[in-house]
């Protein structure tokens, strides 16, 4: 798990096929690694990743196939700048919110202008996640935990202060970037437990209107 305040910036160093998947190591920067062994997680970009070398200034972890379709990692190369948090302890601070380091999906960031001193972004997510976004929410952005200050569709806003710009890598953000979004644990445990028995059964695409309104949720 991980509270979505993004330690350090990290950057690429290599990216290596490897047996049908990707090798990739990170360097860590900033990042203090003196606490962390082999076997442990870190969040790069919101993808919680396993430590399987420890050179010293970064770390190397495997990526699988399955993560590089589910999330924007492909279009990371050597070079790329990557938000990096390590896994949370029971001493942490929750700064953030609780996030647990497996991408729900990719957005795309389609507008980006400053708000005074702030940069105000909209991002489009996928259909099939605007149910989870909701006005003064928390989302995940390539791991950053955020508040939602807008919600149209499958768009919301974000307004990013400096000293976020500053610790993250938001202000490389422009229109037709790709980023990791993980939407709040909190909504996908509420629409569980509204299915109540029905969650047993096959489901084809959440809870629906017709749903809600079956069960009592909507009133006429």
């Given at each position: 798990?991980?509270?979505?305040?993004?330690?350090?910036?990290g950057?690429?160093?290599?990216?290596?096929?490897?047996?049908?998947?990707?090798?990739?190591?990170?360097?860590?920067?900033?990042?203090?690694?003196?606490?962390?062994?082999?076997?442990?997680?870190?969040?790069?970009?919101?993808?919680?990743?396993?430590?399987?070398?420890?050179?010293?200034?970064?770390?190397?972890?495997?990526?699988?196939?399955?993560?590089?379709?589910?999330?924007?990692?492909?279009?990371?190369?050597?070079?790329?700048?990557?938000?990096?948090?390590?896994?949370?302890?029971?001493?942490?601070?929750?700064?953030?919110?609780?996030?647990?380091?497996?991408?729900?999906g990719?957005?795309?960031?389609?507008?980006?202008?400053?708000?005074?001193?702030?940069?105000?972004?909209?991002?489009?997510?996928?259909?099939?996640?605007?149910?989870?976004?909701?006005?003064?929410?928390?989302?995940?952005?390539?791991?950053?935990?955020?508040?939602?200050?807008?919600?149209?569709?499958?768009?919301?806003?974000?307004?990013?202060?400096?000293?976020?710009?500053?610790?993250?890598?938001?202000?490389?953000?422009?229109?037709?970037?790709?980023?990791?979004?993980?939407?709040?644990?909190?909504?996908?445990?509420?629409?569980?437990?509204?299915?109540?028995?029905?969650?047993?059964?096959?489901?084809?695409?959440?809870?629906?209107?017709?749903?809600?309104a079956?069960?009592?949720?909507?009133?006429?």
């Open positions: 798990m991980f509270t979505g305040i993004i330690e350090a910036i950057t690429i160093r290599a990216l290596t096929p490897k047996g049908g998947d990707v090798r990739v190591q990170v360097a860590t920067g900033k990042l203090d690694l003196s606490d962390v062994k082999l076997g442990d997680s870190i969040a790069v970009n919101g993808v919680c990743l396993t430590a399987v070398a420890l050179p010293g200034d970064g770390f190397w972890a495997d990526v699988s196939r399955e993560t590089l379709a589910r999330t924007a990692f492909a279009d990371l190369k050597p070079g790329s700048r990557v938000n990096l948090e390590k896994a949370l302890t029971p001493t942490s601070r929750l700064g953030g919110h609780l996030v647990s380091g497996h991408v729900d990719v957005g795309e960031i389609v507008a980006r202008e400053d708000n005074a001193r702030a940069v105000q972004f909209r991002v489009r997510a996928p259909r099939e996640l605007a149910r989870y976004i909701a006005l003064k929410g928390s989302i995940t952005v390539d791991g950053t935990s955020l508040t939602v200050n807008a919600v149209n569709g499958a768009e919301f806003e974000l307004t990013i202060v400096p000293h976020t710009l500053a610790e993250t890598i938001m202000a490389d953000y422009r229109p037709g970037r790709r980023v990791n979004l993980e939407v709040d644990l909190l909504a996908r445990y509420l629409e569980r437990l509204l299915l109540g028995e029905k969650a047993a059964e096959p489901q084809s695409g959440g809870i629906t209107e017709s749903f809600l079956e069960h009592g949720y909507l009133k006429n």
